[in-house]
């Protein structure tokens, strides 16, 4: 909204920078931030008010109400200051009728009330069981699916999204993917990563702090997709309007920030399924949209090591009767191993900061 600002540079010079995306994205990640951090405080006292609070597992898993049962009774659901953060920040300094942006924005939402969904039969049951796994597959999947039907169907996507681009080629490996092959590929990549998100979501600080490292990597990444020249030189796909999603990455790592700013050791509030799904259906969409998406496994590449440590342990113990961790996902598997919260949070932040900067690298690698 705010970018209109620089129609009236004629009147006033300096408005004219409400035209530059940096500009922009810095804008928007400032005002995320100051909305988190400002906020927090209030959101707080409201879910405390409202009894909204955290259940961790004790039937079915021990040795993790052991390790947080101190925990029990924090408030939870705080991904709603991450979600009205992220979208108020987008709708002031984007171009709102941009389309990248309002489909990254309506996945973003969608996936958050599916979150939502999950954390209220929570609170409602009081444990730590919400949504069966298949409803809330089902939801996600149907959302997924939805999406790739619309980006088939505008002209400013319909082409790009049947392309299958990996890193180290300039070229797409595969220039049509069809139809039915394209709509699974968006599904595996929206459904992929907000689960893998949600599963990663279980320390203080270890989830939103991953996405900060994945929305700055983003934020460059979309940038390049969407400025013509960057574009050429680094033999990436030019996406024309895709420049904006650097601002939306720019408000999701200004609004992680602030969200961390509570939810750091030892944690005020936790982000719930709410804030966990709306992180990765937002930046799943931002990968598909600037066709970035198989980088997506590499830059979020904690989020993928704790998404295949669970696949590994269910399997293997469905297969052999034996487990490969000690507990999955992997970050309670180290905690099991005598590393403490802090450490765990803190070394996945610097491996997660390690792939981020791999990721980056491969825009140069063509």
Known sequence: MLYYLHLLSGWVSELRIFRYITVRALAGAA????????????????LKRLKVQQFVRKEEAPPLHALHGKKEGTPTMG?????????????LWAIPLNVHVLLTLATFLFMGWIGYMDDYAKLKGKSAKGLSARAKSRLQLLWAVFMGVVLLLLP???????????????????ADMGIFLTLTFVALVVVGASNAVNLTDGLD?????????VALSYLVMAYVAGHRAFAE??????????????????CLLGGSLGFLWYNCHPAQ????????????????????????EVVLVLIGGVFVMEAVSVILQVASFKLRGKRIFAMAP???????????????????????????????ATLKIR
């Open 31 to 46: 005002t995320a931030f100051l909305i988190s951090v400002f906020l927090g405080p209030w959101v707080i006292r409201q």
């Open 79 to 91: 991904g709603i200051l991450i979600i009205g953060s992220v979208s108020i920040a987008t709708l």
């Open 156 to 174: 400013e996507t319909g082409t790009a999204v049947r392309q299958l681009m990996v890193p180290f080629l300039k070229d797409p490996l595969i």
């Open 205 to 213: 600080g270890l989830a939103i702090g991953c996405t900060s490292s």
């Open 233 to 250: 030189y680094l033999k990436v796909p030019y996406v024309a309007g895709s420049g904006e999603l650097a601002v939306f990455c720019g």
């Open 269 to 292: 509030m936790f982000m719930g399924d709410t804030g966990s799904l709306a992180l990765g259906g937002g930046m799943a969409m931002v990968a598909i949209l600037i066709k970035q």
């Open 330 to 360: 992997i970050h309670h598997h180290f905690e099991l191993r005598k590393w403490s919260e802090t450490q765990v949070t803190i070394r996945f932040w610097i491996l997660s900061i390690l792939f981020a900067l791999l990721g980056m």
